[in-house]
């Protein structure tokens, strides 16, 4: 039995990239034995288990998938930072080339996980169930990030907003904000898909750039935020808080702060980083300019940027941090998770996205 589990990507074109995948399988073929059973778990386009790697399987090891050799898809469906717990808890998904190894798949899946096993009628079904799931956040978080844009012009707290929206048991808004992990990857792995067959996934693009646009936008509330400071952002310090791809996780493959820190830097701002889930070493191998402590690298700041809402930012002293910034400080909040009354009552002129500006 051979779970198959490989990292696919995207090229500087954003278009689906499987040679780590193709590789695999080509390794993977030249050691195949007959009965063998397969399960592919990557997240991959809809037609990539039974062209490319059916067909790079047979290639490399003289074998014929469904007659010498079962192959399956079942993608996993799990979070890091709980990621055993969703694997034993969710329903898997499974399709196979055959019967004989969409049968054999289940007993091996059945050993894994306490949830439903959903089998699905072929391959490229069970592989756009993944993608669906992943692009229908990307899309929901598109709409969110548009309305936030909208509420800052219009002075509108989108915060609340949400809130009373989301009382209607149809409406679910999610929260606005930066997208990173795999969801970028995944809608743009469906997006080649539909281009190799004629189709256009317009929603889907169109989600893509305007969450791919929130790193601009970022970058305009910090802009904005100094300037109701009266500072420019050209040698301003600016203490950026949390680098994980999502709140209260150690992984930060895939976030977009590294981003957001470069372009901030290419605008003529200093930069220091902090972020409680990770050492300091680890941040400045990763290419952050990190300090040791939230003190060093609040103290002398002129903006204070809270990108990422773990759960110790909700508690953060700010009457301590902005004795150590420089004043007027500026406090830019991605992650909704600082009370804007409460920061300018410790002097601080705030701006959350979605929210507008709070200011002294």
């Not at 399987?57 to 192959?71: H, P, Q, T, Y």
């Not at 980083?273 to 003190?295: N, Q, S, W």
């Not at 930012?313 to 406090?331: D, E, Q, V």
Request: hydrophobic share 40%; net charge positive.
């Amino acid at each position: 039995i051979i779970i198959l589990t490989v990292n696919t990507s995207i090229d500087r074109k954003k278009r689906a990239d499987y040679s780590n995948l193709e590789e695999s399988c080509r390794t993977i073929g030249l050691n195949l034995k007959p009965g063998s059973l397969i399960i592919l778990e990557s997240t991959v386009g809809p037609s990539v288990t039974e062209t490319l790697v059916k067909q790079t399987l047979e290639k490399s090891s003289g074998l014929k998938a469904g007659i010498d050799f079962g192959l399956a898809y079942s993608p996993i469906r799990a979070s890091i930072g709980r990621t055993l717990k969703d694997i034993v808890g969710y329903a898997k998904i499974v399709a196979a080339t055959d019967e004989q190894s969409l049968t054999a798949a289940k007993a091996v899946l059945s050993t894994v996980t306490k949830g439903e096993i959903i089998e699905v009628k072929d391959l490229k079904t069970a592989e756009a169930v993944k993608m669906f799931e992943n692009i229908y956040r990307d899309v929901n978080i598109a709409l969110a990030n548009e309305f936030a844009r909208f509420c800052e012009k219009m002075g509108i707290d989108f915060i609340r907003a949400q809130s009373a929206a989301n009382t209607q048991p149809y409406c679910h808004l999610l929260k606005p904000g930066l997208v990173g992990g795999h969801i970028p990857k995944d809608s743009y792995l469906l997006i080649t898909e539909a281009e190799n067959i004629g189709a256009k996934l317009k929603i889907t693009a169109l989600a893509r750039r305007v969450n791919d646009d929130l790193l601009n936008h970022a970058y305009n509330l910090v802009k904005e935020s100094l300037h109701a400071c009266e500072k420019p952002v050209k040698r301003s310090k600016v203490a950026l808080l949390g680098v994980s791809y999502k709140p209260n996780v150690r992984e930060s493959k895939g976030s977009l702060v590294l981003d957001l820190v470069k372009l901030l830097k290419r605008r003529g701002a200093r930069v220091t980083v902090f972020d409680p889930h990770f050492t300091y070493r680890e941040l400045e191998d990763a290419g952050y300019p990190a300090e040791r402590t939230l003190g060093k690298t609040v103290e002398g700041a002129d903006c204070l940027l809270i990108a990422v809402g773990h759960e110790r930012f909700k508690r953060l002293n700010l009457r301590r941090i902005s004795i150590l910034m420089k004043k007027p400080a500026g406090l830019v909040d991605l992650a909704n998770v600082i009370n804007p009354a409460k920061a300018r009552m410790e002097g601080f002129v705030y701006h959350g996205l979605g929210r507008g500006v709070w200011l002294e």
